[in-house]
């Protein structure tokens, strides 16, 4: 998938790294979780304009033609909003620890039933608690009526049954709330919905509110049984990599690759680019070169894909923008479409000594940007791979490269059963965009297993459209990363994974206005699995027996090293099947990155962390 890369500008404007993230916000400035004691409680927040009709319309949405915009540093948004009946006005949201100003802005007449601020509450960490003061309570059971209280208030609680988790409400004035036990395809919550204005706004009207937001409540964890075994190998593991696709021209580009150690790494073929530079090629393509011939001379194998081609290869040549997906090769292209990818190989082998180990168009099996489908897939893998064979290349056949990770596997199938066409490839592979369940992920690395060849994971990202007012760079985001990486090793069994992106895009470092490079919390928490995890290691057995701390472990030779990523709240860890005492013990928390700490099998994992631990093998002991 083509991620958009971050200006510079935005880059130079942000902020550095500071307290602890209190909430977690989308693209859009909507919240989406509070933060209480390491834990995340899953509170959404939202703008509604209520149509005369009753019809109600999220007001936080990305329009094409007019995107929502981020104020960096400050966690304020800003954005259009179009009513079906051509009405025209601009939300503002902006976010201080816990504290939410909120304003809506007619720029033309907007009918309407009324603006609200919409608080969905999880319903089953409330379910069974109260409304205070007023003491009704969220029953278990929905009544006829969803509308469990309405009335006037400028100060809200609610209790869950336990009357330990808590969320309070203080609105700048007493305001028309009332409560609704919402059920609908999307999901049930209880929902808050707090009136800012009633009625149509007249051009130039505002209508404004300001709410904070007051989480409460002790997290409860009890002790965490982690298992290691050693003797029990899953799978050889050749260990995290990166993608360094575009953004290569960033001074994080530099900066990963002197900070990161990389076991594999994925390029971009600027086709495009090289169709009109062959004979001078310009900046892009040198940097490129350059950075292939870094990677090769480190000794790590590498992919290149191919995102856009020449316009006049295309069956719709120059009828459509850059940008549309699901275009084809025409027919009589093909034979210049090898042409031209073979010069591009030919040049890089001969000129800088390069030869990618495998090739791929992105995601072809959606299109983005050139589509086969699967037995069109099978075919290009013939055509291709006896191309690279004809020339002398090394170069092999990446099958699948497709996103993302659910029931994508299919896509393989039909080439997977051609025996002309696998014999040109040499691994396979998948995105991991959005995430999966642990059967989907097994789903394919058994077809890499049933192959006989390495499994991928050739874009690990977890939310596509991250790249919107750089949503990712939060530490919040990077545990989700962390966690992704945990559930990779232990459901799809990868050979490798390649991370979205070591470079100014999806940027794990910050470019600050004087050139010089920042690294954010993502890069800390990447640093656990790229520079602790040894190299060509075999994956052990573990296992953990609570969802919200996942363990992998990984051993060459003497050493083992154990990676354990908490989502939740500080609590006590025993790891049985390894002896007492390790080497090496660092913890990353939001406050502290990459810190050495107190080692052994008995530890304290704090809040949202991942922790490393290094033994030895005369340290550890089977069960």
Not at 145 to 156: C, F, M, R, S, V
Not at 315 to 327: G, I, L, M, V
Not at 393 to 414: I, Q
Request: hydrophobic share 40%.
């Amino acid at each position: 998938m083509r991620k958009r890369v971050a200006c510079p500008l935005i880059l130079a404007m942000l902020a550095p790294l500071g307290a602890a993230e209190r909430a977690a916000y989308d693209s859009a400035g909507r919240l989406t979780a509070l933060v209480q004691e390491g834990e995340e409680m899953e509170v959404r927040g939202q703008i509604i304009a209520v149509l005369p009709s009753g019809r109600r319309l999220p007001v936080q949405l990305h329009l094409e033609r007019s995107p929502i915009r981020r104020e960096w540093p400050a966690t304020a948004w800003s954005g259009p909003v179009e009513l079906p009946d051509g009405g025209r006005g601009k939300f503002e949201v902006k976010a201080t620890d816990t504290k939410f100003d909120l304003r809506v802005t007619a720029e033309s007449p907007m009918e309407l039933g009324a603006i609200e601020y919409v608080i969905d509450l999880p319903r089953p960490r409330f379910v069974g608690g109260k409304i205070l003061p007023a003491g009704v309570a969220l029953a278990a059971t929905r009544g006829a009526d969803p509308e469990i209280w309405k009335g006037e208030a400028a100060k809200l609680r609610f209790e869950d049954a336990a009357a330990n988790w808590s969320l309070g409400l203080e609105f700048d004035q007493s305001r028309g709330v009332s409560v609704v036990d919402r059920w609908e395809r999307s999901g049930r919550s209880f929902q808050v919905r707090t009136r800012m204005h009633t009625g149509a706004l007249t051009a130039g009207q505002s209508a404004a509110m300001a709410v904070t937001l007051t989480p409460g409540g002790a997290a409860k964890s009890t002790e965490v049984k982690l298992t290691v075994d050693p003797a029990k190998t899953r799978y050889k593991f050749d260990g995290f990599g990166a993608n360094y696709c575009f953004g290569n021209d960033s001074p994080v580009a530099n900066y990963t690759l002197d900070n990161l150690k990389i076991a594999w790494a994925r390029f971009e073929m600027k086709a495009a680019d090289w169709d009109r530079q062959r004979n001078d090629p310009g900046p892009r393509l040198k940097k490129d070169f350059e950075m292939m011939q870094r990677v090769q001379k480190m000794g790590v194998p590498y992919v290149i894909s191919i995102w856009w081609l020449p316009e006049r290869l295309y069956s719709d040549a120059n009828e459509k923008p850059r940008s549309t997906h699901n275009r084809k090769i025409a027919p009589d292209q093909w034979d210049n479409f090898l042409e031209l990818v073979g010069s591009y190989l030919l040049y890089a082998k001969n000129t800088y000594g390069v030869e990618p180990d495998l090739f791929s168009f992105n995601e072809a099996n959606i299109g983005v940007y050139v589509l086969f489908n699967p037995e069109e897939h099978a075919v290009a893998l013939k055509r291709i791979g006896a191309h690279f064979q004809k020339l002398g290349l090394k170069t092999k056949m990446l099958l699948g490269d497709a996103t993302g990770p659910r029931g994508t596997h299919e896509y393989v199938l039909a080439a997977a059963a051609d025996k002309e066409a696998m014999q040109y490839v040499g691994a396979v592979a998948f995105h991991t965009w959005g995430g999966a369940t642990p059967e989907q992920y097994m789903a394919w690395g058994d077809v890499g297993e049933w192959l006989g060849l390495p499994l991928l994971a050739a874009e690990v990202g977890v939310d596509a459209f991250a790249h919107r007012n750089r949503m990712y760079d939060t530490y919040s985001y990077g545990l989700r990363e962390a966690q992704m990486q945990q559930e990779l090793i232990l459901y799809a069994r990868p050979r490798g994974t390649q991370f979205w992106e070591f470079t100014g895009d999806y940027g794990l470092a910050r470019t600050k206005p004087d050139g010089t490079v920042e690294p954010t919390s993502r890069f800390w928490l990447m640093k656990h699995f790229t520079n602790l995890t040894p190299q060509k290691s075999d994956v052990l057995a573990t296992s953990s027996d609570q969802k919200d701390v996942l363990v992998t472990a990984f051993r060459k030779g003497d050493d083992v090293v154990v990676h354990i990523v908490n989502m939740g709240a500080a609590r006590a860890a025993r790891i049985d099947g390894l002896a007492q005492g390790a080497s090496k013990a660092t913890v990353t928390t939001e406050e502290e990155p990459f810190k050495e700490a107190a080692a052994g099998t008995n530890l304290t994992l704090p809040a949202r962390s991942v922790t490393s631990l290094s033994f030895k093998a005369q340290q550890t002991a089977t069960q």
